[in-house]
């Protein structure tokens, strides 16, 4: 009705409804700030700003396929701005930015994280690969035990496969005579990778993959064709683009500072938030609701 609320009435009231709620989270925040600040480390508020317009991108063409229109619909069905969204994130982001900053300043990049690394990327072989691959999907799932399956069930399993492996066999035949594997990726791959004409990119991690993929792909050069290769639910036949050996030693520094310099994953915060937490002995006095 036009009434003023003062924010200081407003204030007593949150911290009565949710002040002990908050309190460890409050607790959490000024823990990483007093750490970050004896560490040395700044924090203005234009990179908090930048690190929240950057995550309402990657949120909005992740979520929203890259439609702002539809995220901020999105907030406003839920009686959010865009101005109150950005300044609550502000406060969110501003102590995780603080702990990423601690922890990688903490951060040990041992001999064995990089080659944990180099096997995830490159496998024991230590080859790496750019393809591209048409996946067929068998549409009737594996049972989880032969036992239950009925004659009728075995019978329309077996005739799922003998489906799929013929309609593999088709699309080799089809790119022996010439057609673009490309072209045939777009139409027949079950994979997300297909609307890129089932070029893999960086979504080819050795690590990954089954034996029985990277055990076929060894012994192929560039510009081979695999013969279709059966693994869990599906066939593949992939296209080789290029490959080439990676030792260890020659990508060994390059992993050491990619790694020095990636953003801490949500477990990793999690574990030092716990850590930095229970350093701090605190709790909530009477006078704070007086």
Do not use: C
Not at 109 to 126: F, S
Not at 239 to 264: C, F, G, H, N
């Amino acid at each position: 009705d036009g009434v003023p609320v003062r924010r200081g009435e407003y204030s007593m009231w949150l911290m009565h409804y949710q002040g002990e709620t908050m309190a460890p989270l409050f607790v959490e925040g000024w823990a990483a700030e007093s750490e970050f600040r004896k560490s040395g480390g700044t924090l203005n508020d234009e990179r908090v700003l930048q690190r929240v317009l950057s995550d309402i991108e990657l949120r909005t063409e992740h979520f929203y396929q890259g439609e702002r229109e539809r995220w901020l619909a999105n907030l406003a069905e839920s009686g959010i701005t865009e101005e109150s969204f950005i300044r609550s994130e502000k406060v969110r982001l501003r102590s995780i930015i603080m702990l990423e900053d601690l922890l990688m300043s903490q951060r040990e990049i041992t001999p064995r994280l990089v080659r944990g690394k180099w096997l995830e990327r490159y496998g024991e072989n230590g080859r790496s690969f750019d393809l591209r691959a048409i996946r067929l999907v068998n549409p009737m799932p594996a049972p989880g035990d032969s036992r239950a399956m009925t004659e009728e069930m075995r019978e329309r399993y077996a005739e799922s496969w003998r489906l799929l492996r013929e309609q593999a066999e088709q699309i080799i035949e089809r790119l022996d005579n010439g057609e673009d594997f490309a072209a045939l990726a777009e139409r027949f791959s079950g994979d997300p990778s297909a609307e890129r004409g089932g070029l893999l990119g960086d979504d080819f991690l050795a690590a990954e993959w089954p034996t029985e993929i990277i055990e076929a792909l060894l012994p192929l050069g560039v510009g081979d064709v695999s013969e279709p290769i059966e693994s869990n639910s599906s066939i593949w036949v992939f296209e080789v683009l290029d490959t080439k050996e990676v030792p260890l030693e020659s990508v060994a520094e390059s992993i050491r500072k990619e790694l020095e310099a990636a953003r801490p994953t949500e477990t990793e915060l999690a574990g030092f938030r716990n850590t930095s937490i229970q350093k701090v002995e605190w709790k909530v006095l009477p006078g704070m609701f007086e």
